[in-house]
């Protein structure tokens, strides 16, 4: 004899949540970068937020550029007996694509924290805050990239073909802004010490970069084969600067060079999607 309970239909097993698959992280990079109009406008609206009422407003990107260079380069050019009319170029684009680089991690690294209103307020993808860092950073760029322009009237460097190189370099650059911000600004968003610890590893990797010194002189006085210049060979700051800053100078670039920065941005896109992954959903709650 059949019972009440009996006759209940069973009920189907929930399905399983999708929220940490690698679908989710591709989809939100794609819905990201179809909202171009957003993140554009927020990039630009950013810059004329942190000149607002400045007489000169973005131009004091390229004026602090252009005076901390010329310091640089005039001082070193004198320390290491350099010939400013070629160490000059090498340091004014040091600094230009250095600084990419650097505001690349460490506004990268406060990304959703100082963004934690829109994040909460606004149902959009959580790669539209990271595309619109990697603008920022595009539009800085473009304002100090002139300053190479007048160099080369006052110092004519031997241009060649190879310059069109630049083109995919600033591209790779581009493409590892956007996974660096992923990743140290999901993590500093769990873990507050690590943007303190960035701002820190920054500051040692610049001077442990050729920005302000160069690497040919380095293997001229310390020999090709010595630990200072295998150091420098370790860093990989100095071949994402070698692959942009080269080809500007007129000078030809390894294929080691493409090779390991190309070899960085696949290592550090695994980890953006791995980390995009699994914490996604969790850093509204983190901000």
Not at 235 to 252: A, D, K, Q, V, W
């Amino acid at each position: 004899m059949s019972t009440a309970a009996d006759e209940v239909p069973l009920r189907p097993p929930p399905a399983e949540s999708d929220s940490r698959t690698f679908r989710r992280a591709f989809g939100d990079l794609t819905s990201g970068f179809k909202h171009s109009e957003l993140w554009l406008l927020l990039g630009w609206q950013d810059i004329k937020q942190r000149y607002r009422r400045s007489l000169l407003g973005p131009l004091w990107i390229t004026i602090a550029t252009a005076v901390t260079a010329v310091a640089m380069g005039l001082l070193y050019s004198q320390l290491f007996g350099n010939d400013i009319s070629s160490f000059l170029p090498y340091v004014m684009l040091g600094f230009i694509f250095w600084n990419f680089i650097q505001g690349s991690i460490l506004e990268g690294a406060d990304l959703f924290t100082t963004n934690e209103g829109l994040i909460k307020q606004i149902p959009a993808p959580l790669s539209v805050h990271v595309y619109r860092l990697a603008w920022r950073q595009l539009i800085i760029f473009l304002h100090n990239i002139p300053l190479y322009a007048v160099l080369l009237i006052i110092f004519p460097q031997p241009v060649t073909w190879t310059v069109i190189l630049v083109i995919p370099g600033i591209a790779l650059f581009v493409v590892n802004a956007v996974w660096v911000s992923i990743v140290f600004g999901i993590l500093s968003t769990r873990f507050r010490d690590i943007g303190q610890l960035l701002v820190t590893a920054v500051q040692l990797v610049f001077f442990m970069t050729p920005i302000i010194w160069s690497a040919t002189d380095l293997e001229e006085n310390a020999g090709a084969n010595s630990s200072r210049v295998k150091l420098v060979q370790l860093n990989p700051m100095y071949h994402y600067l070698e692959i942009t800053r080269g080809p500007l100078l007129g000078e030809s670039v390894a294929l080691y060079h493409w090779l390991i920065v190309i070899a960085c941005t696949a290592i550090g896109w695994a980890m953006a999607l791995l980390i995009l992954r699994n914490y996604r959903a969790r850093v509204s709650y983190w901000v």
